[in-house]
Nanobody, 123 residues
Framework: QVQLVESGGGLVQPGGSLRLSCTVT????????IGWFRQAPGKEREGISC???????YYLDSVEGRFTISRDNGKNTVSLQMNSLKLEDTAVYFC?????????????????WGQGTQVTVSS
């Protein structure tokens, strides 16, 4: 059974940084695409970044240049480095895994989901 566990969330001031991690168990990471999503209060969940099996990254426009996704297949972990955080980045962040990534729709088709980790940006 594939399980994903997020870690690294917390409280940070505007302009600060956090690093989220997504650890996958039950299946090797090598053949999984991993996406990061977030859901703010009162808003729909949105995909913000993903990384395909060939290490190709994708970003939502609003986070590109501030967030960096990376994967370590040896550790079965995908990380999301978040810099220059803004108030509007406050949300619950989820990671998800897909056995196939449609690069035309990189934030659709995810099969497995984590429970989420809270990120709060506040002064």
């Amino acid at each position: 059974q594939v399980q994903l566990v997020e870690s690294g969330g917390g409280l940070v001031q505007p302009g600060g940084s956090l690093r989220l991690s997504c650890t996958v168990t039950g299946r090797t990471l090598d053949d999984l695409a991993i996406g990061w999503f977030r859901q703010a209060p009162g808003k729909e969940r949105e995909g913000i970044s993903c990384i395909d099996v060939d290490f190709s990254p994708y970003y939502l426009d609003s986070v590109e240049g501030r967030f960096t996704i990376s994967r370590d297949n040896g550790k079965n972990t995908v990380s999301l480095q978040m810099n220059s955080l803004k108030l509007e980045d406050t949300a619950v962040y989820f990671c998800a895994a897909a056995t196939f990534l449609d690069r035309s729709w990189p934030f659709l088709g995810y099969d497995y989901w984590g429970q989420g980790t809270q990120v709060t940006v506040s002064s």
